[in-house]
């Protein structure tokens, strides 16, 4: 694998307000009982690209990843996270952006605007699952470092890619593995049903759009979790809730799974 590599710690870090609690810490050191933010760094936006944070003024310098010097953007980054110097997920094929652009879903931290500095496909974002968060960065840089360049004879970049050989094809298997598990097969008689009675608009966040063709972005939600008593239970609108992709994924980190007020005042 060849291009440009960047290496961002990730333990300072702002955390949203609102979040799941009891949520597993995705980058490994939540041990305060606080979920980190990062977890966003591998959550889908509402236009199917995931976007990252880097830590407050890192990443930013564009000619160490190849870029001109008044370039805005590099494509084609290897993007590493760290915390406590172990590895927690990286991206292939990423575009870096000099200076932060805002989430598209407009998200915020408490009061502040997130902005965020990568941008990359979801099939190229690797989150490794936290049974195998047990190989620390080798050789380890000095330094309390906020983010790292690199190249192909960078040692850590070596080491990286040594690890990384098993772990894209572990990691891969268990998306496929969880594709394929069986589930419950859910009617497109809910959505149809929700669709008709709400409309296409977001219950939450309030995006809205007149055509179904950008109106794909809405989902269908079910207040009560779909597999709970599924042979038995009668559809009833009253179930079903119309979400934008962002927000459906944000209540379901949430312990209440109907509770729609909660997640409305958490986004103001």
């Known amino acids: ?3 440009p590599y960047l290496l961002a710690r ?3 870090f702002a955390r949203f307000e609102g979040e799941n609690l009891s949520a597993d810490p995705v980058m490994g050191y939540g041990k305060s009982g606080k979920v980190p933010s990062e977890i966003s760094n591998f959550s889908l936006a509402s236009d199917g690209f995931i976007y990252g944070y880097l830590p407050k003024n890192g990443g930013g310098d564009l000619s160490r990843l190849g870029g001109d010097r008044d370039a805005d953007k590099v494509s084609n980054v290897t993007v590493l996270f760290i915390s ?6 990286y991206y292939r094929n ?15 931290a408490g009061k502040d605007k997130i902005s965020c500095r990568v941008k990359v496909d979801p099939k190229d974002a690797f989150l490794i699952p936290v049974d195998k968060r047990n190989d620390e960065l080798q050789p380890r840089p000095p330094g309390m470092f906020p983010v790292l360049y690199g190249d192909a004879d960078s040692p850590w970049v070596v080491w990286f890619e040594k690890l990384a050989q098993g772990l894209e094809s572990s990691i891969d298997c268990e998306k496929k593995r969880r594709k394929w598990s069986v589930g419950v097969e859910r009617t497109s008689k809910a959505r149809k049903m929700a669709l008709k009675q709400y409309g296409y608009k977001c219950e939450c966040c309030g995006i809205s759009h007149e055509d179904k063709f950008r109106g794909a972005i809405f989902e269908v939600h079910h207040k009560v979790p779909y597999a709970e008593n599924f042979k038995t239970r009668r559809l009833e609108i009253s179930d079903l809730a119309v979400l934008c992709t962002n927000c459906n994924r944000m209540i379901h ?5 109907a509770d729609i007020e909660g997640l409305r005042a958490y986004l103001g």
């Open 1 to 3: 694998m060849t291009g």
């Open 10 to 12: 990730v333990e300072n």
């Open 84 to 89: 406590g110097g172990v590895l927690c997920g």
């Open 94 to 108: 990423a575009t870096v952006f000099a200076s932060p652009v805002r989430h598209p879903d407009r998200l915020k």
């Open 253 to 257: 980190m949430m312990p209440d799974l």
